[in-house]
């Protein structure tokens, strides 16, 4: 019997020998030459991605001797170029993840050229089996270049393969995107299609077609100057710009590691290392009592959070507004503050686009918010209405009144207009803080005085006088212990107990919060 056994195994033998020559194979990528251009060009190859993403040993290959083979007149293999798409399963700090990688050393990563089942393979198990996804990306678009028709003579209709699944799973699981070179056409449309994108500072480009396309429209440009980071990075087409490869995979790390694995998950506590009681006498210093001279939002946050634990997303864009996730006693959180180094804080387009793009990251994984206020209303003038403030403006304020997650409100100054209004859902409870240098209305005092008391101001024999008699009989109208009198401010606090009060709220939270997918209405 044993004999037997030990034959059938000879059997298989030869197909095992032929399994590892074809893998070997793949290990080659484009071959030597094209690999070594891709190292001539700062770039790691795809399989040397993946070991750096991935924990040591995790990663289990899928697919890996897909490609394109050619055989000789005994049928024997004779030659094999790999698909430039690697995929599989891996952990990352252990978390189990989805990763699918493309490699520029085969035909630069074209899609045409990569066998797109492995995409859609790697995006259905991403969200069937609730794990997140992480896109490596280098590669230009699915329409391949004109010398395929020379090949395959005729051309089509266009249709993305996979874009529904792509829809899906942006729904039920993280999507993260790394452009780790040139990203072109369906390449960069899996930039954007994702909950964080990072682009690598001179190594990467992102736009919907390169520069020969753009000459022949007209414009000269190279690709650093189409779609460099300096581009994608300020109008809010990638979250984050890093120096390295390397910086990349760190991101992509921390930025799931504040996630939950699916949206059928809540986010994980990790056990904190900070003080939930901690007071920070920094805090009473770092607003100016002049109500006008900006401060630094990032100390606030830095000082209320758990230390070391704030991860900005979107420093680039939007810049009114700062935005990152954070954890508040081991608990993941968003992060919201109005930042008044930028137009005071006001709220521009790109700033309401910010907002909306960030509410729907938290509700759609669950993360409550903590939004620091200080906003003097929506941008005004031809730039803003130019840019459509109006519209990006009710768009952000649908986003915060259609949040699924608790919200806290941490009023530090400024709270005036619509805008001013969009710090919650205040149909809701409001939970909400107020600091004494808050200060809010339905519009600003300082020129609203001068507006109102023209005809008095014009007639009287001293206006100066006037005016400052004005200005100190509404300064005291507007002091913040005036809307407390009245709980239309529910909570003033010495600035230093923010942190406990934080914790306090985290811990209510977590006691609504609920698994699951989000149903978002319509928006304007």
Same mark, same amino acid.
């Given at each position: 019997?044993?004999?037997?056994?030990?034959?059938?195994?000879?059997?298989?033998?030869?197909?095992?020998?032929?399994?590892?020559?074809?893998?070997?194979?793949?290990?080659?990528?484009?071959?030597?030459?094209?690999?070594?251009?891709?190292?001539?060009?700062?770039?790691?190859?795809?399989?040397?991605?993946?070991?750096?993403?991935?924990?040591?040993?995790?990663?289990?290959?899928?697919?890996?001797?897909?490609?394109?083979?050619?055989?000789?007149?005994?049928?024997?293999?004779?030659?094999?170029?790999?698909?430039?798409?690697?995929?599989?399963?891996?952990?990352?700090?252990?978390?189990?993840?989805?990763?699918?990688?493309?490699?520029?050393?085969?035909?630069?990563?074209?899609?045409?050229?990569?066998?797109?089942?492995?995409?859609?393979?790697?995006?259905?198990?991403?969200?069937?089996?609730?794990?997140?996804?992480?896109?490596?990306?280098?590669?230009?678009?699915?329409?391949?270049?004109?010398?395929?028709? $020379?090949?395959?003579?005729?051309?089509?209709?266009?249709?993305?393969?996979?874009?529904?699944?792509?829809?899906?799973?942006?729904?039920?699981?993280?999507?993260?995107?790394?452009?780790?070179?040139?990203?072109?056409?369906?390449?960069?449309?899996?930039?954007?299609?994702?909950?964080?994108?990072?682009?690598?500072?001179?190594?990467?480009? +992102?736009?919907?077609?390169?520069?020969?396309?753009?000459?022949?429209?007209?414009?000269?440009?190279?690709?650093? $100057?189409?779609?460099?980071?300096?581009?994608?990075?300020?109008?809010?087409?990638?979250?984050?710009?890093?120096?390295?490869?390397?910086?990349?995979?760190?991101?992509?790390? &921390?930025?799931?590691?504040?996630?939950?694995?699916?949206?059928?998950?809540?986010?994980?506590?990790?056990?904190?290392?900070?003080?939930?009681?901690?007071?920070?006498?920094?805090?009473?210093?770092?607003?100016?009592?002049?109500?006008?001279?900006?401060? &630094?939002?990032?100390?606030?946050?830095?000082?209320?959070?758990?230390?070391?634990?704030?991860?900005?997303?979107?420093?680039?864009?939007?810049?009114?507004?700062?935005?990152?996730?954070?954890?508040?006693?081991?608990?993941?959180?968003?992060?919201?503050?109005?930042?008044?180094?930028?137009?005071?804080?006001?709220?521009?387009?790109? +700033?309401?686009?910010?907002?909306?793009?960030?509410?729907?990251?938290?509700?759609?994984?669950?993360?409550?918010?903590?939004?620091?206020?200080?906003?003097?209303?929506?941008?005004?003038?031809?730039?803003?209405?130019?840019?459509?403030?109006?519209?990006?403006?009710?768009?952000?304020?649908?986003? +915060?009144?259609?949040?699924?997650?608790?919200?806290?409100?941490? +009023?530090?100054?400024?709270?005036?207009?619509?805008?001013?209004?969009?710090?919650?859902?205040?149909?809701?409870? &409001?939970?909400?803080?107020?600091?004494?240098?808050?200060?809010?209305?339905?519009?600003?005092?300082?020129?609203?005085?001068?507006?109102?008391?023209?005809?008095?101001?014009?007639?009287?024999?001293?206006?100066?006088?006037?005016?400052?008699?004005?200005?100190?009989?509404?300064?005291?109208?507007?002091?913040?212990?005036?809307?407390?009198?009245?709980?239309?401010?529910?909570?003033?606090?010495?600035?230093? $107990?923010?942190?406990?009060?934080?914790?306090?709220?985290?811990?209510?939270?977590?006691?609504?919060?609920?698994?699951?997918?989000?149903?978002?209405?319509?928006?304007?």
């Amino acid at each position: 019997m044993r004999h037997i056994d030990q034959l059938a195994c000879m059997s298989w033998q030869k197909a095992i020998e032929e399994l590892r020559r074809r893998e070997r194979l793949a290990e080659e990528m484009g071959g030597e030459e094209p690999v070594s251009r891709q190292r001539g060009r700062g770039k790691l190859t795809v399989r040397e991605r993946v070991a750096f993403l991935a924990d040591p040993g995790s990663f289990h290959e899928i697919g890996k001797i897909a490609g394109k083979a050619s055989y000789g007149a005994d049928e024997e293999l004779a030659g094999f170029m790999p698909s430039n798409s690697v995929m599989g399963r891996a952990r990352l700090d252990g978390r189990p993840t989805v990763i699918l990688a493309d490699d520029f050393t085969v035909r630069g990563g074209a899609a045409d050229a990569s066998i797109w089942q492995k995409m859609v393979q790697a995006i259905k198990m991403a969200a069937e089996y609730r794990m997140p996804l992480v896109q490596m990306i280098d590669g230009t678009g699915g329409g391949g270049s004109v010398k395929m028709l $020379e090949k395959d003579p005729r051309t089509y209709i266009p249709e993305t393969p996979g874009w529904n699944e792509i829809v899906h799973g942006l729904t039920q699981v993280p999507f993260v995107s790394l452009a780790l070179g040139p990203c072109a056409g369906m390449g960069a449309g899996r930039v954007a299609a994702s909950h964080f994108s990072v682009m690598v500072k001179e190594l990467s480009q +992102v736009f919907v077609a390169g520069p020969p396309v753009a000459i022949a429209l007209g414009e000269n440009v190279a690709k650093e $100057e189409l779609g460099g980071w300096k581009i994608q990075g300020q109008n809010g087409t990638v979250d984050n710009v890093v120096d390295t490869e390397a910086d990349a995979f760190i991101a992509a790390r &921390k930025f799931l590691s504040y996630l939950p694995p699916s949206v059928h998950h809540l986010p994980e506590r990790i056990q904190p290392a900070d003080d939930p009681k901690r007071k920070e006498e920094s805090l009473l210093s770092i607003v100016p009592d002049d109500g006008r001279t900006p401060y &630094k939002p990032r100390r606030i946050v830095e000082a209320v959070v758990d230390k070391g634990s704030f991860f900005e997303m979107g420093s680039y864009w939007g810049r009114g507004i700062v935005t990152g996730l954070a954890r508040i006693d081991g608990h993941a959180v968003g992060i919201m503050a109005g930042d008044p180094f930028f137009l005071d804080g006001a709220w521009t387009a790109d +700033v309401c686009d910010k907002v909306t793009r960030h509410i729907d990251l938290c509700s759609t994984f669950h993360l409550p918010v903590i939004h620091f206020v200080d906003c003097p209303g929506f941008a005004v003038g031809v730039k803003a209405e130019t840019a459509g403030v109006t519209r990006a403006g009710v768009r952000a304020m649908t986003a +915060v009144y259609q949040a699924t997650v608790p919200v806290c409100s941490v +009023v530090i100054r400024k709270a005036y207009g619509l805008a001013g209004s969009a710090m919650m859902n205040q149909s809701r409870t &409001k939970w909400r803080y107020c600091w004494p240098s808050g200060d809010w209305g339905s519009l600003p005092m300082a020129g609203g005085i001068e507006a109102a008391f023209r005809k008095e101001l014009s007639e009287a024999e001293d206006p100066e006088a006037l005016k400052a008699q004005l200005y100190r009989k509404f300064d005291a109208i507007r002091s913040p212990f005036r809307t407390a009198e009245s709980f239309f401010a529910e909570e003033i606090i010495d600035p230093r $107990e923010t942190r406990p009060l934080l914790v306090d709220f985290m811990q209510h939270a977590q006691r609504v919060l609920e698994a699951g997918e989000t149903r978002t209405g319509f928006r304007p």
